[in-house]
């Protein structure tokens, strides 16, 4: 985007497409992590402490990872082994497994069909597992006699469960939903959510309920005013 040269090797397109679906992958994981996290704070808050220790929270980031670099690898395996011989323009926005596929002379049902169970194993569990999370969240909430507690507790949890709305919605739609030449135009657009939408929002959501960082950023917009004024 920056060089306007929109071309790239079919190695060189794998590669991107391979770090693209490692992180992907991983943030699955780690928004159903958090998930757990917020389970943990809401539902057992006297166990939070004790249970979401250090070594936890290192076994599931590197869970999380791990997870990731697994799904990415599995299908990666399978692309590399598609024979390419034109044509050489793919129809979407970066490297996705899908359009890369499609522009190969061989038969790519199989590297289809492992994208689709992976896709359905990694976002379809962790999907469920962060909605059963905030299923449990909002049975608390609701069983709560104080009204300032449930708006604290709604408050610590609304911010990631809008990021875990776009981003898995999108995903979901993208993967596992199958591609149709009607739904191809839709899948590019939602592939924009899930890798340009979280990462914009994600400084905004949570770095603003700071209450530091949100008196930094007031003082320096109200200094910024006054001196335009």
Not at 104 to 110: A, E, L, Q, R, Y
Not at 176 to 195: A, M
Request: proline share 3%; glycine share 4%; aromatic share 14%.
């Amino acid at each position: 985007f920056v060089t306007g040269d929109k071309s790239i090797s079919i190695y060189g397109c794998m590669t991107q497409y391979y770090f693209f679906g490692f992180l992907v992958s991983t943030e699955c994981y780690l928004l159903a992590m958090m998930s757990y996290d917020r389970y943990l704070a809401i539902c057992k808050p006297l166990h939070y402490a004790s249970v979401m220790n250090g070594k936890l929270c290192l076994q599931l980031a590197l869970t999380s990872w791990m997870s990731g670099l697994l799904t990415s690898t599995i299908i990666i395996a399978f692309l590399v082994q598609l024979t390419f011989c034109g044509p050489s323009e793919i129809d979407h926005f970066f490297c996705d497994v899908n359009p890369v596929a499609n522009i190969s002379c061989s038969n790519t049902h199989f590297v289809k069909l492992v994208t689709f169970v992976t896709g359905s194993m990694g976002i379809g569990t962790t999907f469920i597992l962060t909605m059963i999370s905030y299923i449990c969240i909002i049975y608390t909430v609701f069983q709560m006699k104080s009204k300032k507690a449930q708006q604290k507790a709604f408050s610590t949890c609304s911010s990631h469960l809008t990021v875990v709305s776009f981003f898995f919605l999108s995903l979901l739609l993208v993967y596992v939903v199958p591609e149709t030449e009607r739904l191809k135009e839709l899948h590019k657009i939602f592939s924009l959510f899930y890798t340009v939408l979280p990462p914009m929002v994600n400084p905004i959501i949570y770095s603003l309920r700071n209450r530091e960082v949100k008196e930094a950023f007031f003082k320096t917009f109200r200094k910024n005013i006054s001196s335009l004024l």
